[in-house]
């Protein structure tokens, strides 16, 4: 009786009811999003030496009825949770495909290439290469523009099945991007098996570049090992001038950073 009282006290303290409530009215609604068409993708630029756009990261907004436009970070983890993640990927990768396969067709556009966000539980699922095959054959977008983002801790969580499915993509033309990077554990051993094709310098080195000595020593190592690996490098979080002047001087190029544009509507990217 003692033991049920307990577990009765803890089901019902308020606080903690009222966050089961509100997790699982957020789930109801994402599900309704889903269903109802409310996710929308922003793109980001990214920018060369030169300052020319030669792609854009897709990320995904939801614009809520009454919430009005929510922040991935406020639903991707409770996507990721409940198994959400997986249609809400398909819808990502789909839509992401069909404005690839646009740009393909523009004149000025055919080489901007795309960087789309995928999280642990989609590349887990064993037919993941096939959905990603699918989206660009039924889109026609070129699979060499396409640009996959995947983080150090997802790919730790089963290296073998993770090399076996991007060296199939790979196969196909389709890039790799290792996102916040510098911010896990990768050795350099096992960097080299991974078929990258970039690694993504986390914003938090980029922000703490022009006042901390230990942030530039840290780009500089990531542009080396970049160089020796064959991999393309580029910086996320640029925001000033002075960052993207450091980042050029340490041998980083490529650049995103709301400097050259936030993200927004494709539309917006173009102008
Ligand atoms: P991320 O992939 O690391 O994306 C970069 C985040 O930094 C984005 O936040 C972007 O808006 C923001 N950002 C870009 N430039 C700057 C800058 O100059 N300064 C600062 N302070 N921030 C900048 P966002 O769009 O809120 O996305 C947050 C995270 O949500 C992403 O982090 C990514 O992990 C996840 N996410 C977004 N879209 C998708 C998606 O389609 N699928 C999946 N699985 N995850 C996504
Ligand atoms: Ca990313
Ligand atoms: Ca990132
Ligand atoms: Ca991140």
């Not at 990320?59 to 406020?74: F, I």
């Not at 198994?83 to 990768?93: A, K, N, R």
Request: charged share 20%; glycine share 8%.
């Amino acid at each position: 009786a003692k033991e049920s009282g307990r577990n009765t006290v803890r089901f019902f303290d308020p606080e903690m009811h009222a966050a089961v409530v509100q997790r699982v009215a957020l789930e109801q609604d994402l599900r309704t999003a889903l269903q109802e068409g409310q996710l929308r993708l922003f793109y980001q630029p990214q920018v060369d030496a030169q300052g020319r756009i030669v792609g854009a990261e897709a990320l995904v907004r939801w614009s809520h009825p009454r919430r009005g436009l929510v922040s991935p970070s406020a639903f991707i983890p409770l996507a990721e949770d409940t198994g959400l993640i997986l249609p809400l990927g398909q819808w990502v990768l789909q839509t992401a495909c069909t404005q690839l396969a646009r740009w393909a067709t523009e004149p000025g556009r055919e080489q901007l290439t795309l960087a789309v966000n995928i999280s642990g539980r989609q590349l887990r699922q064993t037919d993941f290469v096939a959905q990603v095959l699918q989206a660009l054959q039924q889109t026609g977008a070129p699979a060499h523009r396409l640009k996959l983002e995947l983080t150090e801790s997802l790919l730790l969580d089963d290296p073998e099945d993770a090399i076996t499915k991007m060296s199939a993509l790979k196969a196909h033309g389709v890039g790799f991007s290792l996102d916040d990077f510098g911010t896990g554990y990768s050795s350099l051993a096992y960097l080299r098996q991974l078929p990258l094709s970039q690694l993504k310098i986390d914003q938090s080195f980029v922000h703490n570049l022009v006042t901390d000595p230990r942030a530039t020593a840290i780009v500089r190592t990531i542009v080396t090992l970049a160089d020796s690996l064959g991999l393309n490098v580029i910086a996320e979080g640029v925001e000033t001038q002075e960052q993207r002047e450091h980042l050029a001087r340490n041998g980083c190029h490529t650049c995103q950073g709301y400097l050259y544009g936030r993200p927004g509507p494709v539309e917006e990217l173009m102008r």
